[in-house]
Each structure stands twice: as structure tokens, then as C-alpha cells.
């Protein structure tokens, strides 16, 4: 019994050491995991910034192509050659933006479908400026998908 004196005290102290050891490494592991699940969602945060920040500009310019589209089918005030020109490359620079900022190739897609629409109903070389909206909403869903992935968007009605 002399022997349990003095050893079990000893290996009470050495298994209280590995479980706070245990311990200690499994909290570690807690804060590792919820240090990247906080980092994650900063880049998630980041990249939906920089991409409204993308999309917002191309709307922009989509709509003062859209406009010119609209007063040249019309028969309005055509843009002079210089300032659509300008106009449509501004367009394509920041369909580039786009495709830079964008986490998907679908919102590529669309993004480049859109502005080439855009730019031939820019030109004349497309007649029909209503058929911009399937584009469009094919554009504002990709947005969507790229800048929430996993979410549905609202049902609703569109204009």
C-alpha cells in the first residue's frame, strides 16, 4: 500500500498535465476554426464589395448605351461616332472589370452577352432594343448567384 501512497498522487498529477494538455490543444483547434470561418467570411465580404462595386459601374454605362440604342431606333439624337465610340468602349472596360472581379464563369457569360447586345444596339446592327431584356436579366441573375451563392433570390414582379 506504500507504493500507491506515493505513486497515485504521481499519476493523478501526470493525468491532470495530459488533460490540460488535452485540453489546452483542443481549444486551439476552436480558435484555428473560427479564426479561418472569420477570415472566410471578410474575403466573402470583400469580394461581394469589389463585384457591386464592378456591376454598379457597368449598369451605369450599360444604361447610357441603352439609352443611345433607344434614341437611334427611335429616330432621336444619335450620338455622334466619336462619343458612341467612347461610349461602347467604356462599355467593354467595364465589362472587363467584371470579368476580372467576377467568382464565376456564369456571370462572365452573361456579362459579355449583355454588353455585346448592348454595343450592336449601340450601332444600329441590332433593331430589335427589346430583346436587351433577356440579357439583362440573365446578367442581374448571374450578379446575384456570384455575389450570394446558395441564396434565392425574392420572388417578385419585375418591371
Known sequence: MGSWGTLGPALLSLAGVALGAG????GQYLVSRVGARQLEA???????????DAVLKFLGIASRVEKAALARSDGGRVLAGDELDRLVDDLWLAQAEIDLAAGSEPLRGAA??????LAEAARGE????????????QFMD??????????????????
Not at 23 to 26: D, E, K
Not at 42 to 52: F, I, M, P, S, V
Not at 146 to 151: I, K, V
Open 126 to 137: 441590332r433593331a430589335d432594343t427589346s430583346a436587351l431584356r433577356a440579357p439583362q436579366a
Open 112 to 117: 459579355y452577352r449583355y454588353a455585346l447586345h
Open 142 to 159: 448571374a450578379a446575384y448567384d456570384d455575389m450570394w451563392p446558395g441564396r434565392r433570390r425574392a420572388a417578385g414582379s419585375s418591371p
Open 23 to 26: 485540453g489546452s490543444l483542443f
Open 42 to 52: 471578410q474575403e466573402t465580404a470583400a469580394h461581394r464589395a469589389e463585384l457591386k
